[in-house]
């Protein structure tokens, strides 16, 4: 019954497109007024960089010297994740970078092929008629994942150049092989807009193909661009609302991501009024199995390209949309700072709690060791059944660690079948007079150090260095950890 309606659907609005185009040549040639782009977005402000550069130098500085330490002593990148709703917005086990904590808001476009993607990112940067636009078309035309920058100069940037700079945030990406590198390409380019966010344009979404016929593993890489992504547009035109396998993937994918996802319908103003209600309906329709959120997601409707919008259709609901959407995305800009803190702060968080799971398998271990007893079996009965030694619920009792936040255990099998237990030190151990102790250290991050640097942005004070932060005020480090 779902097919043949959609079916009936599809064949009507497919007409009522070709009359559309039929009609185009009287008014595409008008562009349109851009001037709500820039006074939404405020590209004509100047901004404090030299609040945001204090700012940005006293994060790095906290993560170098308070976060990472215990991130490579316990190993933390080597984590993997057994769920992708195990830390929703993050993959488990990936290390913070220097290229990330710098990067620039990232805005992501999903959806499937032909919807007006690549239109959208040309109108919003003003490529229209350049040698410089995204091509476009009726027909699937962007196979590659581009990533639009800023740059001092219009170049193009590819894959393997993009993986090899550890001052990007894309070397992670090497992991998806050649092929995938081949399919990734980097535009440069001058703009005030992309002085503050960068664009990522990604392949249509073609229900008929295969996954094995990109070459690539194009669901690991999506999940890697959703991971990193502040804002994340899904585009949808009146002629493409079905929903196939690789779709239905694809917002599995987006689960926990809710907050961060902006629904489009795009292509508007080629309807009449009362068709594009049953369109809207027919969305929400489609999108309402995949989506399981108390309150419903938010659809902007417009016509996100340069050209003027057809007669007869309702512009000035088409425009207020667009300028709703466009104050969205000059919010994530705003809060980019307020954003990277609670990044940090929560992979900190992350990393503390592996440590405090790792120390705590290495003290089990050692407790149960006897001289007659088998290493590989004492510690094969610790992994297989952590909770019989009270693994997970000893860190819950005498942490302030929330059971929501604790990793899967199945990961902890693999963690260890590739690290020896016998490699790691106990939390005790980790402790020197001149560094202090890595856990007081990550602790005092993550309760005093990033909550303070949060405050001083958005109270608008200069960011200091503590004055306490390397010595502790003169105190000899105390490790809570050693018996005495």
Not at 209 to 217: F, I, N, S, T
Not at 223 to 246: C, H, N, S, Y
Request: proline letters at 5%.
């Amino acid at each position: 019954m779902k097919g043949a309606v959609s079916i009936c659907c599809f064949l009507s609005l497919l007409l009522l497109q070709a009359t559309a185009e039929e009609e185009e040549e009287d008014f595409t040639g008008v562009l349109r007024d851009r001037s709500h782009i820039d006074e939404t977005l405020r590209l004509a402000t100047e901004e404090k960089a030299g609040d945001y550069a204090a700012a940005l130098q006293r994060l790095r500085k906290i993560y170098h010297t308070s976060i990472k330490p215990m991130e490579q002593a316990y190993k933390y990148n080597e984590l993997r994740q057994h769920e992708i709703s195990a830390y929703p917005g993050r993959t488990l086990g990936d290390s913070a970078t220097d290229g990330e904590i710098t990067s620039k808001p990232m805005v992501l476009f999903l959806g499937p092929w032909s919807v007006g993607k690549s239109s959208m990112i040309n109108y919003l940067l003003g490529l229209q008629d350049s040698p410089y636009q995204l091509y476009t078309g009726a027909e699937p035309t962007t196979s590659e994942f581009t990533v639009i920058m800023h740059g001092e100069k219009i170049r193009s940037v590819e894959g393997i150049v993009m993986a090899a700079d550890s001052s990007r945030s894309f070397s992670p990406l090497e992991k998806f092989g050649q092929n995938f590198l081949e399919k990734l390409i980097g535009i440069e380019m001058p703009h005030k807009l992309l002085e503050r966010v960068t664009f990522v344009d990604t392949p249509g979404i073609i229900e008929n193909r295969k996954q094995q016929e990109r070459g690539y593993p194009f669901n690991d890489v999506c999940q890697w661009f959703i991971d990193r992504a502040d804002l994340i547009f899904v585009v949808f035109d009146p002629t493409k609302l079905d929903v196939g396998l690789e779709l239905e993937m694809l917002f599995r994918q987006l689960k926990g991501r809710e907050s961060q996802i902006r629904i489009i319908l795009n292509k508007a103003d080629n309807l009449a009024t009362q068709d594009l209600m049953r369109v809207y309906g027919a969305l929400f329709w489609s999108l309402a199995p995949l989506i399981n959120v108390t309150e419903p997601p938010r659809v902007y409707v417009s016509s996100f390209w340069p050209y003027d919008y057809a007669p007869d259709t309702s512009r000035e609901l088409f425009k207020r949309e667009e300028i709703s959407l466009l104050e969205d995305l000059n919010q994530v800009i705003e809060n980019r700072m307020e954003n990277k803190i609670a990044f940090i702060r929560q992979h900190g968080i992350r990393v503390r709690i592996h440590g405090l799971l790792v120390d705590r398998y290495v003290q089990t271990f050692k407790e149960k060791m006897s001289f007659f007893s088998d290493p590989e079996l004492v510690f094969k009965e610790i992994v297989d059944e952590p909770d019989k030694f009270y693994i997970f619920k000893s860190i819950l009792a005498k942490t302030n660690v929330s059971k929501f936040d604790l990793p899967n255990r199945d990961a902890y099998r693999d963690f260890f079948g590739i690290n020896p237990i016998t490699n790691f030190k106990p939390l005790s151990a980790q402790c020197s007079y001149m560094g202090g102790c890595l856990l007081d250290k990550i602790e005092r991050a993550i309760t005093n150090e990033l909550p303070a640097l949060l405050s001083s942005i958005n109270s608008g004070k200069q960011p200091g260095l503590s004055s306490c932060e390397a010595t502790g005020c003169g105190e000899k480090p105390k490790n809570r950890y050693r018996k005495n």
